[in-house]
């Protein structure tokens, strides 16, 4: 018999944040190419467009959480998390892309 395990208060804000930063990362993967070889602005719109995608999508998922799931509810910090991960991935992609020519 094991003895009962308390759960990490939290882990599922870690796990929205991972999630959105892997889907906003992969959101401007296909474009790599284009983001190294084309010009500032063109490295702007695409990482503004992974983030207006990212977090639309995590806005509407709670939306529908709420409104459209019996049994669900959309929670703020959720989002927040969505948010903050959507972020993290469009950094993260930045900043390894942004030296390759």
């Excluded at 639309?56 to 948010?83: C, H, I, N």
């Amino acid at each position: 018999m094991l003895p009962p395990v308390k759960p990490v208060v939290g882990m599922d804000k870690v796990v929205h944040l991972l999630m959105y930063a892997t889907f906003a990362f992969l959101c401007i993967w296909g474009y790599r190419r284009q983001f190294v070889e084309n010009g500032e602005a063109y490295r702007k719109k695409a990482l503004m467009l992974a983030l207006v995608i990212s977090i639309a999508y995590g806005g509407l998922t709670e939306l529908m959480q709420e409104f459209l799931v019996p049994k669900r509810t959309g929670d703020w910090f959720d989002f927040l998390a969505d948010s903050i991960g959507t972020g993290i991935g469009v950094l993260v992609f930045h900043l390894f892309f942004r030296r390759k020519k």
